[in-house]
C-alpha cells in the first residue's frame, strides 16, 4: 500500500489520490462532451454521449465515485450553459455513476453488449426519460398542462435515449474489449 493510500485509510478518506485523479479526468471529459459535441434538433432534445465518463467512473470506482462524478460534471457544465444550474436536474447524472457502480461485480465477470444494457437501462429509463420529462414538465409548464407537457417531454426523450443508449452501450463495449482499463490497472476490481 502506498503511503498516500495509508494515510488515507487511517483517516477514513474514501478514495486514493489516483481514484480522484481519475475521476477528476471523467468529470473534465464529461462536461466536454456534453458541451461541445452535442447535436440538438431542437430545444427540448439533445443528442449526447455526455454519460459514459459518468457511467465509466461508477464502474471503475464504484457507486460513491460514480454519483460524485455524475453531480460534479453537471454542476461544472451548468456554469457554461446559458441556463444555469439547478439541482433538481442533476438526478439522472448521478443515477447513472450510482447504477453502473451497482453493476459493477456483474460487468467484472464480463462486460458483454447484454450486461451493460442492464446496467444502462435503469438510469436512462428511471432519470433521463421518466424522472427528467416530469421535471420539464414541472418547470416548464402550467399547471393545467402537466400532462400535455409531460407527454411531450417523454415521446421526444424516449426517442433521443432510444438512440443514445445504443451509442453508449457500443462505446462502452469498445472501450472495455480494447482493454485499456486493465493496461492502466485500474480494471477488473480487486477483491478486499
Excluded: H
Excluded at 461544472?76 to 459493477?104: E, Q, T
Excluded at 409531460?150 to 443514445?164: C, E, G, M
Amino acid at each position: 500500500m502506498s503511503k498516500i493510500e495509508a494515510v488515507s485509510s487511517r483517516t477514513g478518506k474514501i478514495m486514493s489520490v489516483k481514484t480522484m485523479a481519475y475521476c477528476a479526468f471523467l468529470i473534465a471529459l464529461s462536461v466536454v462532451l456534453a458541451r461541445l459535441l452535442i447535436p440538438m434538433p431542437n430545444a427540448s432534445t439533445r443528442f449526447s454521449i455526455e454519460a459514459i465518463p459518468i457511467f465509466l467512473a461508477g464502474v471503475l470506482f464504484g457507486p460513491m465515485a460514480g454519483g460524485l462524478v455524475g453531480f460534479a460534471a453537471d454542476f461544472i457544465g451548468c456554469l457554461f450553459s446559458p441556463f444555469g444550474y439547478n439541482p433538481i436536474f442533476s438526478v439522472p447524472p448521478v443515477l447513472y455513476g450510482v447504477c453502473a457502480g451497482l453493476f459493477r461485480p456483474l460487468l467484472s465477470k464480463e462486460a458483454s453488449v447484454l450486461n451493460l444494457a442492464w446496467a444502462w437501462l435503469p438510469p436512462v429509463v428511471l432519470g433521463s426519460v421518466l424522472y427528467q420529462s416530469a421535471t420539464l414538465a414541472l418547470m416548464y409548464g402550467t399547471e393545467d398542462s402537466f400532462l400535455a407537457n409531460f407527454t411531450f417531454y417523454l415521446s421526444s426523450r424516449t426517442i433521443q435515449f432510444a438512440v443514445t443508449i445504443v451509442l453508449d452501450i457500443l462505446i462502452t463495449r469498445l472501450l472495455f474489449k480494447a482493454k485499456i482499463f486493465e493496461r492502466a490497472k485500474i480494471w477488473p476490481p480487486k477483491a478486499k
